[in-house]
Structure formats: structure tokens, C-alpha cells
């Protein structure tokens, strides 16, 4: 009787982790990071820091978001004109989606759908439905078109083209432009406050962020940055993300291998931080304790403790990372 | 051993007497030179204000063990700074030990009837608590400038710096024996301290050092003050480096047996040099 308890035991604890074995880890939050020139995607745990799976994606993968459930990674294939659908837990292509020629960036809507996805070569902006993939619409914007942000309302929807030297803000229920905001040159990125009440446009070689007003589209104030010892053309801003309580916002600032820290209220840097080489894009965690760089130069990505504003560790990707998100 | 083998029974209690009365001399002689304070405390800043500030930009590249993300090069340069600071005490100390050959105080200390290495280990100790007032007051302001070491590091760099203090005291006390006069402290300075400083992992990565010069980077791994620096920087981000920690260690041994030896009034180079005891 002993014997059998014992036997059966220990075959349900092998299988148990045969089992385990199986299946990815699926413990903590996980970060997707797109390598541009590897044409791959580096899952890492955010837990142990590691990287856990490297996915062969489709040429040239750059802008990377996650569904609002977090269930599914949208990643821009810029060669294949296409955007790659993946499943977050089985880290496997779902499908893929038309996305017009050139995807660099896009953004979903809050609801999940449709997904707006900027076409650099095409100075489109393209809208697809996810569930279907049909297209909705062509948005006609400026030349370069990149950086793609919403407002959390989903009423509108900013993209920057970057030789345009403008921010076009489209309003999502006629998909219309409504307003075109002249920022400083090369605009890259687009990043609404969680609250709605600021919209924060990134200007690469102009080496500023404009912080607009969305009530009035006018704005605020623009946000310059010195580095001691760091030449003024190689601050050159690109990520942009504010967080939740809508007190800090964190910049990228490309080949200045910095991440300049700001008050969101006062609008003033507070620090910078150092990081890899040439870091252009930024991924919260979900419960935004840690914030991940991708350095585009450097292979690798800088994790930064949000609270302590420091920078914990390096963890080397891909070649070329370049966009990161985060999901639980 | 060097001591002349004692016919009555010391007592233990009278080791620490004469630990405590060679450590209080050597706390009030530091006391009493406070420019010696402040000076061991305003070189490593310079260094850390004015030329790390200049290197901001270059370092901050790779990623060497124990750092596990980029740093600033005012990070980078700390543990050097930290084993310079001991390396000028610990000469200074044998400074300290000609000016007391040449007024005399030696003589009162060699005449004790205790072993002479636990004299000159005492020596050594004094010399060394010393240095950690000033490597942590140096530390203490390196915080203000955004050097910001884990909290654990404060701790276990303690053990790393006594082992290095010894080993940086240890060379300087031979080294006083070999000197007679003041005045030639200032070829010290040429030939030992900046050629050890500057050819060492405190300023540069080694793996920089080697890009640049082969013949640098062997000069670089054969020097024992890498390995002291290597040793503290491991420590202060609370890790162990057995490397560096035995060569630290055998060097201090080989040290302070060649001092111990050189004091020896009948074998030691004191006694061909004109110690105390030809003054006798």
C-alpha cells in the first residue's frame, strides 16, 4: 500500500513537471523587444531579467505595442509590409495584417480596434480593423509620417511626420484632420498624458519636446535639454512616456545614451539617467515600477527603477532593439 | 623571529595595551594635523570633481563585472580613488615612521619588550583605521556627487579595505626602512605611488588599457594595486573577487614578512642603514 502511494506520487510529481516543462514560463511581467536588424523579437522576463525566447519575426521589425488585455503583441514588419499578430502567452504568430507600405509605428485604439498605423514611405496613415482586417481608411498626413499616439478617450489620434515637421491630429469618428501642430524638426514621437491633458511630441534633430495643451492644441511649453559633457546635437529626443499618476515623464534621448527624467506638473528635468547607446524607445511595466529602454547601438536594454529613478541593469537583446512593450 | 626572545612572561592584556597606545599616538597624530586630513580627503575629490567630470561622456560603454548596467565615469573611478586614498596613507604612515627616526620616537618604540612584529602590526592596524576615517568621509561626500553605492556595499567594503590597508601599509613600512631621510619621500611619490596609480584598472578598464598598449595591460595585471582596487570595487557593490582577494592577501604577507625582516636589528637592512639601534 505504502509502495503504491509512494509510486503514484512520484509519477504525478513528474508529470507535474513534464507539464511545467511544457509550457512557457509564464510567471511575471514580460517584455517584447523588436531587433530591427536581427528581424527578430527578444521576450524578456522581467522577473529574473532575462531573456527567455528569441521569435523570428518578419524583416525589419520595429513599432511594438500589446493589446489592451495584454494578450496579444502587434509588431510592424517594415519590410514585409505587414503587421505581425502574436500571442503573448504561446509567444506564437497569430496572423497577420495588412498595414500599407513601410509600418513604423501605430497605436490601437482604447477599445482594441481599429489599429491606425503610420506608413513611412507612403505619407499615409493607415486604419485597419483588427478582427476582419479590413482597411477603414487612408489618411492622407505629412512626408515621414511616424510617431502614432490617442488620446485615452480615443476621440483623437496625433501622428508626427517627421520632414513635415508637424504634429496632424485627426479626429477618430470622421477621420479627418483637425488640427496640424508645428513642432520642432523631425518629430518622432507622440504620447498623450493617462489623463488626457497633455500631449507630449517629441522633436529628434530640433532636440526638443513640446508639451501641447489638447483643449486649445497650442503649446505649452518646450522642453530643451543640457548635458554636461554631452554635445547639443547628439540629445536627440525620441521616446516619450508620462506616467499614470501623470507626476514624471521619461525621454529618450538617442546618442546622448541618456533618459532625461521631467516633472510632468513643472515641466522641469530633473535628472538624467545614463543608459545604452543610442536609446530611442520606452515600455512601463504594467504596474509601472520599471521602465524598459531599448538601445539601438548598444544591443541591449536598460531596465530603470521608476521610484528610485535609477538604472538597475542591462540586459543584451537583439541587434538593434528598437521598440519594447510590456505586458502582465 | 626578530624579537629578542623574552625571558619573563608578557602579559596578554599588555598586547593591547601597546595596540591601544600605538593607535592613540597615531589618532592624535592625526588629530593634530588636520591639513592631513583634509589634504586625503580633497585629492581623491579633485579627481573625482574636476577629471571625472572632464571623462563624463567617454566611459559609460561597456558593461564590466560588477556593474550591471553602464556607468558614469565618476562611478567608475570611486574604487580607485578609495584604494589611492589608502595607498597615500599607507606611505604616509611610513613617512611618518623616518620623521620618528630621525627625532628619535622610534628608538622609544623599539625598545619595547614586545615582539617587534606585533609592533610593527600595530603600526600597520593605526595606520589603517586611519585610512577608513578618510575613505569613508570620502565616500560620504562621493554621495552628494551621485555616487550612489547599494547600501550593502558600505558594509562589505570594510574587510576589503582592511586587507588592502594592510597590504598598502605593509609596502610602505618596507619601504621606510629602505629610506633614511625625509627628503627622499618625494622620489617615492615619483616612482611608486603615481607609476602604481596610473598603471592600474583605477582610471581605465583594463580591456581599454589592453586596446591601447599590450605592454601597458601585462605592466597593468602585474601590478599589485590593480588587484586592490579590483578588490574593493567588487566590495562596495557587495560582491567577492577571490582573485584579487589572494593576491591582495599574498602580497600583504610577502610585505610585511620583508618589513618585519628589514627591522630586524641583526638581519634587517636597519641595521646596515643606521637605525636606532647603531645610534645606541
Known amino acids: ?328 | 623571529m626578530s624579537s629578542p626572545s623574552p625571558r619573563f612572561h608578557l602579559p596578554l592584556g599588555g598586547y593591547l595595551v601597546v595596540l591601544a597606545g600605538i593607535c592613540w599616538r597615531e589618532a592624535l597624530r592625526f588629530l593634530n594635523q588636520r591639513g592631513r586630513f583634509l589634504s586625503a580627503l580633497v585629492r581623491p575629490l579633485v579627481w573625482l570633481f574636476i577629471f571625472a567630470a572632464g571623462f563624463r561622456s567617454v566611459l559609460g560603454v561597456s558593461i564590466i563585472p560588477p556593474y550591471e548596467t553602464y556607468v558614469l565615469y565618476e562611478v567608475y573611478v570611486t574604487p580607485g580613488l578609495v584604494a589611492m586614498i589608502q595607498l597615500f596613507n599607507g606611505l604616509q604612515s611610513s613617512l611618518s615612521m623616518v620623521y620618528d627616526r630621525e627625532v628619535g620616537a622610534m628608538r622609544i618604540l623599539l625598545v619595547s619588550p614586545y615582539p617587534r612584529w606585533f609592533l610593527l602590526v600595530s603600526k600597520l592596524l593605526a595606520g589603517i583605521c586611519v585610512s577608513l576615517l578618510q575613505v569613508y568621509a570620502f565616500l560620504a561626500v562621493a554621495w552628494f556627487w551621485e555616487v550612489e553605492l547599494p547600501p550593502i556595499g558600505y558594509i562589505a567594503v570594510l574587510p576589503a579595505l582592511l586587507l588592502t590597508g594592510l597590504m598598502l601599509g605593509a609596502m610602505g613600512l618596507l619601504m621606510s626602512s629602505v629610506f633614511r631621510q625625509m627628503e627622499n619621500f618625494a622620489s617615492v611619490m615619483n616612482f611608486v605611488i603615481f607609476p602604481m596609480f596610473f598603471a592600474s584598472s583605477a582610471l581605465y578598464p583594463l580591456w581599454r588599457v589592453q586596446e591601447s598598449s599590450l605592454v601597458l595591460w601585462w605592466i597593468c595585471t602585474l601590478n599589485p594595486f590593480t588587484y586592490a582596487v579590483e578588490l574593493i570595487r567588487f566590495a562596495l557593490y557587495g560582491q567577492f573577487e577571490p582573485l584579487s582577494a589572494l593576491v591582495v592577501a599574498g602580497c600583504a604577507v610577502v610585505f610585511l614578512g620583508a618589513s618585519i625582516l628589514a627591522y630586524d636589528p641583526s638581519a634587517g637592512v636597519m641595521a646596515r642603514r643606521g637605525g636606532p639601534e647603531n645610534a645606541r
Not at chain 1, 33 to 41: L, P
Not at chain 1, 104 to 115: I, Q, T
Not at chain 1, 155 to 183: F, G
Not at chain 1, 300 to 318: F, W
Request: a negative charge.
Open chain 1, 1 to 328: 500500500m505504502r509502495r503504491q502511494i509512494l509510486l503514484s506520487t512520484t509519477a504525478a510529481a513528474i508529470a507535474g513537471l513534464m507539464l511545467a516543462d511544457a509550457l512557457p514560463a509564464q510567471a511575471g511581467p514580460r517584455a517584447f523587444v523588436s531587433n530591427e536588424r536581427d528581424h527578430t523579437m527578444s521576450v524578456v522576463d522581467m522577473d529574473t531579467l532575462k531573456v527567455i525566447e528569441t521569435i523570428k519575426t518578419g524583416r525589419r521589425p520595429r513599432g511594438i505595442i500589446a493589446s489592451p488585455d495584454g494578450k496579444l503583441i502587434y509588431l510592424c514588419a517594415s519590410d514585409d509590409n505587414r503587421v505581425e499578430v502574436y500571442d503573448a502567452a504561446t509567444l506564437k504568430l497569430v496572423k497577420t495584417l495588412r498595414s500599407g507600405p513601410d509600418p513604423e509605428l501605430f497605436v490601437l485604439h482604447p477599445s482594441g480596434n481599429p489599429l491606425y498605423i503610420a506608413n513611412e514611405d507612403d505619407n499615409m496613415v493607415t486604419v485597419v480593423n483588427v478582427d476582419n482586417n479590413e482597411l477603414v481608411v487612408e489618411i492622407p498626413v505629412g512626408v515621414e509620417p511616424e510617431g502614432m499616439g490617442i488620446s485615452p478617450d480615443g476621440k483623437y489620434m496625433v501622428n508626427t511626420s517627421e520632414t513635415t515637421n508637424m504634429a496632424h491630429v485627426v479626429d477618430t469618428a470622421t477621420n479627418e484632420i483637425i488640427e496640424n501642430i508645428l513642432v520642432d524638426s523631425r518629430p518622432r514621437i507622440a504620447e498623450f498624458s493617462k489623463d488626457g491633458k497633455q500631449l507630449w511630441i517629441s522633436a529628434e534633430v530640433g532636440g526638443t519636446v513640446a508639451v501641447v495643451d489638447p483643449a486649445t492644441w497650442k503649446i505649452i511649453k518646450k522642453i530643451s535639454f543640457k548635458i554636461p559633457g554631452v554635445t547639443d546635437d547628439a540629445i536627440q529626443p525620441v521616446g516619450v512616456r508620462v506616467t499614470k499618476d501623470g507626476s514624471k515623464a521619461f525621454v529618450a534621448l538617442g546618442p546622448a545614451n541618456r533618459v532625461a527624467v521631467i516633472d510632468a506638473k513643472t515641466l522641469e528635468v530633473e535628472k538624467y539617467l545614463l543608459v545604452g547607446q543610442r536609446v530611442w524607445q520606452l515600455g512601463f511595466t504594467p504596474d509601472e515600477k520599471f521602465l524598459v529602454t531599448t538601445n539601438g547601438n548598444s544591443n541591449d536594454v536598460s531596465i530603470i527603477d521608476v521610484a528610485s529613478e535609477k538604472v538597475t541593469k542591462s540586459v543584451t537583446v537583439g541587434r538593434s532593439p528598437w521598440g519594447v512593450v510590456v505586458v502582465p
